[in-house]
Structures are given as C-alpha cells and as structure tokens.
C-alpha cells in the first residue's frame, strides 16, 4: 500500500504565502513525476505544477511566477512554495505522485486526501 500524507494548507490573507508539502510512503520501489493538482467549489480537479524524477517542472499559466514546485527525492516528498496568493487560488489542493511498487512493471497514480487553502481577500 501507498500513502500520500499532505500538509501545510489554511487561510491566508490575498498576498500571502503558504508551502504545501507531501510525503509518500509505503510499499514503494521508484517514484516518478509528483505534483498537484487543485479543485475549486463548483469546478474541476486541475493542474496546478508538476515535477519529474529529473526536476523537469510545469506549471499551469495562472500560477507561473508566483508557486514553485520542489521535491526531496530521499524523502519522497514534494513541496509546493506559493507566494503572492489570490482569493482565486483558493481550492482543495490534492498531491499526486506516479509510484511503482516492488515487484510491479508499471507506475500507478496516487492521490492524497486533499488540502484545503483559502485566501481572504
């Protein structure tokens, strides 16, 4: 089994910043790209940055120059830096990490439970 554990989310004032992170654990033999993704009320689940195994990153335009995606590959775990926060960057913000277990030919998407940002204007 895998695990993706995030944290770092809450309400935050329009200009200002919060790091989101996110530890994989479990039964795993490589990890892949890592990422997130975010879903705001009444819309759908969609890209926010993502992050190869190489450090390779994109981002979606409405977040270039403000969020920053980064990772620690010893510990699995990615983070997303996001600065110059807007109330239309509130969303639930979901991790994801494509995993390959031991014993597995094929890498597999998991998703976490999800982070909840607000950004007060």
């Known amino acids: 089994q895998v695990q993706l554990a995030e944290s770092g989310g809450g309400l935050v004032q329009a200009g200002g910043s919060l790091r989101l992170s996110c530890a994989a654990s479990?039964?795993?033999?490589?990890?892949?790209?890592m990422g997130w993704y975010r879903q705001a009320p009444g819309k759908q689940r969609g890209l926010v940055a993502t992050i190869t195994s190489g450090g390779s990153t994109n981002y979606a335009d409405s977040v270039k120059g403000r969020f920053t995606v980064s990772r620690d590959n010893a510990k699995n775990t990615v983070y997303l830096q996001m600065n110059s926060l807007k109330p239309e960057d509130t969303a639930v913000y979901y991790c994801?990490?494509?995993?390959?277990?031991?014993?597995?030919?094929?890498?597999?998407?998991?998703w976490g439970q999800g982070t909840p940002v607000t950004v007060s204007s």
């Open positions: 994801n990490a494509r995993i390959k277990a031991p014993g597995l030919l094929h890498y597999y998407d998991y």
């Open positions: 479990g039964s795993i033999f490589s990890v892949d790209a």
